[in-house]
């Protein structure tokens, strides 16, 4: 039997862009509760992608997550028998979390320099609409689109 939905966290702000976003992305980025560290990664990959790009660094992230997110994803539905993958429009909030995850990721898939480095150009890659994170999400339209024939099975 299901129970009642879960409230959302409420997640403060972080102490130099005042911005919750960039306090989420902290979390994510935290390992074994050493957010001193995370935040020293995140703060110093925002910093430098500030300086190469020439922009703020909200503005930077915004840009961001709006190239590294998604707007369809695939679910898996069974019907008579058969699974269909059935493309799906992708809120704002999994958006941003789907694009923070894929950045995130993209970042420590990369080898042979500090995080803060790797994180600062992925950002900067996904700002110029290329890089492992895009990769990622147009391959996820692509998928989403060769399935639109599925749609109509969307509940």
Do not use: C
């Not at 919750?20 to 957010?35: E, H, P, T």
């Not at 300086?51 to 961001?64: M, N």
């Not at 799906?88 to 789907?98: G, I």
């Not at 339209?141 to 639109?148: G, P, V």
């Amino acid at each position: 039997m299901r129970r009642g939905q879960v409230l959302k966290k409420i997640i403060e702000p972080d102490i130099k862009y005042q911005s919750a976003l960039v306090a989420k992305f902290i979390n994510y980025i935290m390992k074994s509760g050493r957010k001193a560290i995370a935040r020293g990664i995140v703060y110093g990959a925002l910093e430098e992608s500030e300086k190469k790009l020439g922009k703020k660094a909200l503005e930077v992230l915004d840009q961001v997550i709006r190239n590294a997110g998604p707007e369809l994803e695939l679910r898996s539905r069974r019907i008579g028998g058969a699974n269909y993958q059935i493309p799906y429009p992708v809120k704002p909030e999994r958006k941003t979390t789907l694009a923070l995850r894929w950045i995130i990721e993209a970042a420590q898939s990369k080898k042979g320099k500090p995080m803060v480095e790797k994180l600062s150009q992925e950002m900067i890659d996904a700002f110029n609409n290329t890089g492992i994170a895009v990769k990622k999400k147009m391959d996820t339209h692509r998928m989403a689109d060769a399935n639109r024939a599925f749609a109509h099975f969307a509940w």
